[in-house]
């Protein structure tokens, strides 16, 4: 991922609610099943890591990329902002390939 597509998913992260929380349970299989039917359905999927989660973040975040075969795109304060592409190109939702920015 370059970091111009990582700037566009950021922005558009900044307009999503989380549809997954983490919290004293931590990365259960349950939660990783969550996070794969998110991903699924919006291809890029914000996740809130609560309090009472003693994890470190950035290891949290790896893991459930590793466990979702997704990348992430950031970890901001106790925010994980995931992304995968639709497996089915047709199907794709967000658009990285063609993603251009114009100098004028």
Known sequence: MTSKQRAFLKS?????DPSVHIG???LTPEVVKSVQEALSARELVKIAVLNNCLDDLKSLAEAVSERTRSQVVQ???RKIVLYKPAEDEKNRKIDLVHLTFGKG
Request: glycine letters at 10%.
């Open 12 to 16: 558009l992260a900044m307009n999503i």
């Open 24 to 26: 004293k349970e931590s």
């Open 75 to 77: 970890v901001i304060g």
